[in-house]
């Protein structure tokens, strides 16, 4: 499965931007999908995921209210919307298929490209 990352780009602090994950001729439908982020000299945080069928989902407590996750069952696609942003959500995004828990994402397995999110202040 081959993932791409979409959606990102500049933003001032407090404004909104929408992530798309979607994969090359194949629908996200049956997979558990994640999306990390990872800032320059920090290491890679989960940010949220989405089950295959319950559609039940993960939040960090850095992203919880502000971020939401949902899948575009007919495009076969994943999205994180991400409002409020915030300076600190400076990162590169990235989806990737695994396992969605309760208590975070594991068991990652295909990865996309990441896309850039810069929040300017």
């Known amino acids: 499965v081959q993932l791409q990352a979409s959606g990102g780009g500049l933003v001032q602090a407090g404004g909104s931007l929408r992530l798309s994950c979607a994969a090359s001729?194949?629908?996200?439908?049956?997979?558990?999908i994640g999306w990390f982020r990872q800032a320059p000299g920090k290491e890679r945080e989960g940010v949220s995921c989405?089950?295959?069928?319950?559609?039940?989902?993960y939040y960090a407590d850095s992203v919880k209210g502000r971020f939401t996750i949902s899948r575009d069952s007919a495009k076969g696609t994943v999205d994180l919307q991400m409002n409020s942003l915030k300076p600190e959500d400076t990162a590169v995004y990235y989806c990737?298929?695994?396992?969605?828990?309760?208590?975070?994402?594991?068991?990652?397995?295909?990865w996309g490209g990441g896309t850039q999110v810069t929040v300017s202040s």
């Open positions: 990737a298929t695994l396992v969605c828990s309760d208590y975070g994402p594991y068991g990652m397995e295909y």
């Open positions: 989405i089950r295959t069928n319950s559609g039940r989902t």
């Open positions: 001729g194949a629908t996200l439908n049956d997979y558990g």
